[in-house]
Every structure is written in C-alpha cells, then in structure tokens.
C-alpha cells in the first residue's frame, strides 16, 4: 500500500538553528515527491518537486534531497516568517492519486 | 499569475442542509481534486476528476458528490450535511500528465452545527 509518513509532527527551533524535517514513502514506482508550505487557514504552496534519487532542489532557506525510501527537507537558519506547517506528498506510477503525509508544524522562535 | 479559487472561506450550515462548493481553476487544467483536511489525518481525497463529466471516488467519498459540467469548475456537493463533515476543504488541479505538481485553492472552512 502506497503511504507516507512525515517526522517530527512538531518542531520548535531558535532562530538561526538549522535543522530537517524527514518524509519517508512507500510507493510502487515514484513517479514525483512534491513538498508544500501551509500557513495556518491557507491553502498549501508549492516548494520543490523531485523525481529521482539523489536529486536535490534549493530555494532561499530551503533544501530538498531525495533518496529510494525518503526525502528530507533541510531548513538553513531559519527565521520566524518560516513558520508554518510543511507538508510532504508523492505520486506514484500507478495512477492519478497524490498520496500526502500529516505534515510537520514548523515553529521558529525570534 | 495563475489561479485555483473557491468561492467561500468560511461557511457556516446547519445539520442536514445541501452545501454546494465550488472550484474553478484559469490554468485549462485536465485534472481536478477535492481534499478535506483535519488535524491528525493530513489530507485526505473525496473525488478527482480528469475530464469533463468524468470523476472518480477517492479515499472518502461517503456522503459527498461532484459536477463538472464545464473543464474550468469542479463542485463538491454534501447531500445532507452533518457535524462529521465540518473540515478545511481544499481543491486542487493539475495538467494532463504525470509528476505535475498540484495547485491548491485557499481553501474553505466548513462548520456544520
């Protein structure tokens, strides 16, 4: 059964103190592994999407690798605008249907 | 810029009513989903629909319908509305083809007293 599991459910971190937050799937065949923010009442927003293992993407303050069995998310000194839940997603071969994590509630304190 | 808007953010019914919601999307996207999503359980799929007409249950389709009638709307129907559907409902399309990235609506806030 095609699934995702995103860790911690919750993090808190200082200002500056950089840290990864983990998705780990099983699919049958990945054919994408996206990763969105969402802010608390919004809708998610689109951050990086990856196809293949040892793939990586930057954005700002944000990394993305990939590897067969998990993505992580690394964040770079992060600052408080940061905050927001990050939620992770894969697609697989097998059909239309995104298979999304419970996300990780991202906290930066100034 | 390019754009998935639902018509309410916030919606307040009552037991038994039918809601409608809709969803219209201005990027000529083949591929339409609708979402709910509840603290602990992540997002979770009610319907997709990948062409005019032509829809497919997802995980959670008890108690809710869609229309397209038109490629650019996609509706989400509770026949008879109850307390257990109050949730953040999201929709999202995409274009034909696959590893291509979802775009969300903003979002409607549902609460069914």
């Known amino acids: 059964e095609d699934q995702v599991t995103q860790s911690p459910e919750a993090l808190r971190l200082q200002e500056g103190e950089s840290s990864s937050l983990n998705c780990s799937y099983t699919v049958s065949g990945l054919r994408g592994l996206f990763w969105y923010r969402q802010d608390p009442g919004k809708g998610p927003e689109f951050l990086f999407t990856l196809y293949s293992a040892g793939e990586e993407k930057e954005k700002e303050r944000l990394k993305a690798t990939l590897t067969k069995k998990e993505s992580f998310l690394h964040i770079t000194a992060p600052k408080p605008e940061d905050s927001a839940t990050y939620l992770c997603?894969?697609?697989?071969?097998?059909?239309?249907?995104?298979?999304f994590g419970t996300g990780t509630s991202l906290t930066v304190i100034p | 810029d390019v754009k998935v808007t639902q018509s309410s953010r916030y919606l307040v019914k009552r037991t038994g009513e039918k809601v409608f919601l809709e969803c219209v999307q201005d990027?000529?996207?083949?591929?339409m989903f609708w979402y709910r999503q509840d603290p602990g359980l992540g997002l979770r799929l009610i319907y997709f629909s990948y062409d005019v007409k032509m829809k497919e249950k997802g995980d959670i389709p008890e108690g809710y319908s869609v229309s397209r009638e038109k490629k650019e709307r996609f509706s989400l129907i509770l026949e008879s509305a109850s307390t257990n559907q109050t949730s953040m409902y999201l929709c999202?399309?995409?274009?034909?083809?696959?590893?291509?990235?979802?775009?969300f609506g903003s979002g409607t806030q549902l609460s069914v007293l």
């Open positions: 990027m000529d996207h083949e591929n």
């Open positions: 997603a894969v697609q697989a071969n097998t059909g239309n249907q995104f298979y």
């Open positions: 999202a399309s995409t274009p034909l083809g696959m590893g291509k990235k979802l775009f």
